[in-house]
């Protein structure tokens, strides 16, 4: 069982930067693919960021290039999701969530759920 807790979200301005963290429970965190996801209100869920579970290798979708970079730290059972230029459609409820998985970008993919940060970006 591994709870996920993410923080970090708030309200700011168009070219600002957050920085989320996701604190996960369970010393079994490493043997898990994690990635942020987000949902905007009246659409689906939607991929955003992952990191392979065993290389670390970030994958991303193609909006958040070059502006979002993920991160872990097993050590700290932390996932960050650095986003820097923020965009007005970057807002959105951010999840952070963790999948038995070598790595996956598909919700349904993915075991363990926090239960989301708001993060909302005014133009």
């Known amino acids: 069982q591994v709870q996920l807790v993410e923080s970090g979200g708030g309200l700011v301005q168009a070219g600002d930067s957050l920085r989320l963290s996701c604190a996960a429970s369970?010393?079994?965190?490493?043997?898990?693919?994690t990635g942020w996801f987000r949902q905007a209100p009246g659409k689906e869920r939607e991929f955003v960021a992952a990191i392979r579970r065993s290389d670390g290798i970030p994958y991303y979708v193609d909006s958040v290039k070059g502006r979002f970079t993920i991160s872990r730290d097993n050590a700290k059972y932390t996932v960050y999701l650095q986003m820097n230029s923020l965009k007005p459609e970057d807002t959105a409820v951010y999840f952070c969530a963790a999948s038995r998985l070598y790595y996956s970008n598909s919700t349904g993919s993915y075991d363990y759920w926090g239960r989301g940060t708001q993060v909302t970006v005014s133009s």
């Open positions: 369970g010393r079994t965190f490493s043997w898990y693919a």
